[in-house]
């Protein structure tokens, strides 16, 4: 579905009836039977959207906010060398950074275009309105859409633009290890010679820290991830009971990863209405709702020449918290040029 709000666009290629089809299966997959997992983007109701927000502003979510201190000092010269005229923006959410890397866009006679792709339509509506007051000259296409079924949508660009991709926040770790590849050789096949990928990712130099931004002291993460419960009760006609989990933030040294999980306080009988099943759940038993993996400069090396990207540019804080980094088509890489 596309709707012509001016002064933008909006495709929608989330149909309640196939979101749920897919939720109903993602479900069963996961929950049926321990170990049991639910897929991280099913975190992102409005509800949660709204909680997630608040949490890029906890003290102990320095993610957000050093990622911004990063792209301040950076952003000028990486938009200079590389001359955009167009962005693309993955999990663009609120699109609160948009605006450093819009007013980076190459000067001149070029149309510049702005294609927000996030799995929240209210979000990419609203990002949509405020920028379009603020840049009334910028061509604005957002997609509503899953990453791993929708990228596929994102409009080809014209030839003699320039595109950056930009994937921000992090977002790159809460994607399995499994799917990585096949994700970012998705992302490749929407470059083409000339353009590049800009990057957050989270590193791996103090687990602690890092755990705790995943475990706020106010219990704003622990209240994100119980709405996880209210998303499925909603959605599956279920009758989970969010209050009898407790959030858990692991550290996991050996995948050097973060995982988030609701941990059940007592036993219980969950009904799935959608399901047309029951399942027991022990006193201790876990779900993992996220997994926010962390990653060193060589091994993202390795993860981006996997597939057809080489990195080129790697920008981080003194204390090595986070990097935002700049990659490109490797020789004989893909060349979609989406």
Not at 88 to 107: C, Y
Not at 281 to 303: D, Q, V
Request: charged share 25%; hydrophobic share 40%.
């Amino acid at each position: 579905m596309t709707t012509h709000d001016a002064p933008f666009t909006l495709d929608v290629h989330l149909d309640p009836d196939s979101a749920r089809d897919r939720l109903v299966s993602d479900a069963r997959l996961g929950l049926m039977s321990p170990p049991r997992t639910i897929l991280p983007k099913y975190l992102y109701d409005p509800a949660g959207c709204a909680l997630y927000e608040q949490i890029t502003e906890l003290e102990e979510y320095y993610q957000a906010r050093t990622e911004m201190q990063i792209l301040a000092g950076a952003v000028d010269g990486i938009m200079a060398r590389h001359r955009p005229t167009e962005l693309v923006e993955l999990g663009s959410g609120s699109s609160r950074k948009t605006r450093a890397l819009l007013d980076g866009l190459a000067p001149g006679d070029a149309e510049h275009r702005y294609l927000p792709f996030d799995v929240s339509s209210p979000a990419l509506h609203d990002a949509a309105h405020a920028l379009a007051a603020d840049y009334p000259d910028l061509v604005i296409h957002a997609i509503a859409g899953d990453f791993e079924r929708h990228l596929g949508y994102v409009p080809v660009h014209d030839p003699g633009t320039v595109r950056m991709v930009a994937f921000l926040g992090g977002t790159i770790g809460n994607i399995s290890p499994a799917r990585r590849p096949s994700f970012l050789r998705d992302v490749a096949g929407l470059l083409g010679q000339g353009d590049v990928l800009l990057m957050g990712v989270d590193l791996d130099t103090d687990p602690e820290r890092t755990r705790r931004a995943y475990d706020d002291a106010a219990g704003v993460t622990a209240h994100f991830n119980r709405n996880l419960l209210a998303v499925l009760n909603r959605e599956l006609d279920a009758d989970f009971q969010p209050d009898a989990f407790v959030h858990r933030a692991v550290w996991c040294p050996g995948e050097r990863r973060v995982e988030m999980r609701l941990q059940a306080s007592r036993a219980m009988r969950v009904r799935i209405g959608y399901l047309d099943a029951e399942i027991e759940i022990a006193e201790g038993e876990e779900i993992l709702t996220e997994m926010c993996c962390k990653f060193n400069e060589p091994a993202l090396r390795a993860i981006y020449a996997e597939a057809g990207l080489e990195l080129i540019e790697w920008h981080t804080d003194s204390e090595s918290r986070f990097a935002v980094t700049v990659a490109r088509l490797a020789d004989g890489g893909a060349t979609a040029g989406r």
